[in-house]
């Protein structure tokens, strides 16, 4: 993510959302069903608190985060890596700091690597600048010394990574032109230069292949068709499924279904969110909109937000043979503070995200916050 303007048009076209489900009660309860990865992604997490920000517990007791998160059953953190962004952070010496809280805490480590200075998404795939005029062969080795650095040197600061995406919903490839969707070849190449660095400075790390699009089971069988008729090393099967974007609750079921079938891996929903509100906490314009909103059938308030939530717990956790092995929700400490927004080259950028977030604009904790102890 960075949401993303767009996604982007690829051989495989986003399937079309139609209106989904009703509201439930807020707060925890028994799902009847377990998820082995109960994670979230958290890579604003250190800017904000550099920024400022303050997050307390239901009742307005300001508390550590990582305690709160803990404490509603979160067991796994995502942590985005860049090359040389532009103002420090998601890169490898940020991402080597919060590793240690993370695995303080108690939590397994998920790194995703965006290959790029910023974010990579369906819509962007921008090489690094420091690749960007590297002949094919270097930019493979790039990868692979890239990969193989930033895994290394969490495996020996003792906060080894669990698992490891290659490359961030990577529909259209990675490292545009070379990698693009329409040049496997490459595509390949560059994959398995990731994957095999992983594995060689993290052998213990399960490697993940990560697209958007979860209910796009047609785009997603053309791809992994592809990976596999190339020889791409992976483990685990990851999709990005925000209701209000990438189809039904029924559509990404049956894809998660499928595709855990098919080329006999582990599936997970690496990124998803909901709103809780329309509103704004600051002057930057929210992603998610009642118009979105409308789009999924839920409403946005915190009731609706867990009513979203617990429908992606559902999906993966109900994935036959124990196959669905995790859900991380997107970003839900990313609050607005002034200082910590999306642009890294532009210290005045705003959110756009605080309104998915698992904290109220009053900084306390939504009831969003306690789904996954219903996983445990």
Same mark, same amino acid.
């Given at each position: 993510m960075r949401r993303r303007t767009l996604l982007a048009s690829t051989a495989a076209a986003a399937t079309a959302v139609t209106a989904f489900g009703t509201p439930a009660e807020a707060g925890p309860r028994r799902s009847g069903r377990r998820l082995a990865l109960r994670g979230a992604d958290i890579s604003t997490l250190k800017k904000n608190l550099d920024k400022g920000a303050v997050y307390r517990d239901a009742r307005g007791r300001r508390a550590d985060p990582f305690a709160l998160l803990a404490a509603g059953g979160m067991n796994a953190a995502?942590?985005?890596?860049?090359?040389?962004?532009?103002?420090?952070?998601?890169?490898?010496?940020?991402?080597?700091? %919060?590793?240690?809280?993370?695995?303080?805490?108690? %939590?397994?480590l998920f790194i995703d690597f965006h290959y790029s200075d910023a974010w990579a998404d369906p819509g962007k795939q921008n090489k690094p600048a420091a690749w960007a005029n590297l002949p094919f062969p270097q930019l493979r080795d790039a990868v692979y010394r890239h990969t193989a650095d930033v895994l290394g040197a969490l495996r020996a600061q003792g906060t080894p990574a669990d698992l490891v995406q290659i490359g961030n919903e990577i529909n259209g490839g990675m490292l545009w032109p070379d990698g693009r969707w329409d040049n496997w070849p490459n595509l390949a190449a560059l994959l398995t230069a990731g994957s095999t660095a992983a594995r060689s400075a993290s052998p213990r790390t399960r490697v993940v292949l990560h697209l958007a699009e979860g209910g796009n089971n047609a785009g997603h069988r053309w791809w992994f068709d592809n990976a596999v008729s190339y020889g791409v090393p992976f483990d685990v099967i990851a999709v990005s499924h925000y209701l209000y974007w990438?189809?039904?609750?029924?559509?990404?079921?049956?894809?998660?279904?499928?595709?855990?079938?098919?080329? /006999?891996?582990? &599936?997970?929903?690496? @990124?998803?969110?909901?709103?809780?509100?329309t509103a704004e906490d600051d002057f930057e314009p929210q992603?998610?909109? *009642?118009?979105?909103?409308?789009? *999924?059938? &839920?409403? *946005?308030?915190?009731?609706?937000?867990?009513?979203?939530?617990?429908? &992606?717990? $559902? &999906?993966?956790?109900?994935?036959?043979?124990?196959?669905?092995? /995790?859900?991380?929700?997107? @970003?839900?400490?990313?609050?607005?503070?002034?200082?910590?927004?999306?642009?890294?080259?532009?210290?005045?950028?705003?959110? /756009?995200?605080?309104?998915?977030?698992?904290? $109220?604009?009053?900084?306390?904790?939504?009831?969003?916050?306690?789904?996954?102890?219903?996983?445990?």
């Open positions: 995502r942590l985005k890596v860049w090359v040389n962004p532009a103002d420090g952070y998601n890169s490898k010496a940020t991402v080597l700091t %919060m590793a240690r809280r993370v695995k303080a805490a108690g %939590m397994k990438h189809g039904t609750a029924d559509s990404l079921a049956a894809n998660l279904n499928d595709l855990s079938a098919r080329y /006999g891996r582990d &599936i997970m929903v690496a @990124e998803t969110a909901y709103g809780f509100t992603i998610f909109t *009642a118009s979105l909103a409308a789009t *999924a059938g &839920i409403p *946005a308030t915190p009731a609706g937000q867990v009513t979203a939530f617990r429908t &992606i717990c $559902d &999906i993966v956790a109900a994935v036959p043979n124990g196959r669905g092995i /995790g859900v991380f929700y997107w @970003e839900p400490t990313w609050t607005a503070v002034t200082g910590a927004g999306w642009d890294p080259a532009d210290p005045a950028s705003g959110d /756009g995200w605080e309104n998915q977030a698992w904290f $109220d604009f009053n900084d306390r904790a939504l009831p969003a916050l306690q789904v996954y102890n219903a996983y445990r």
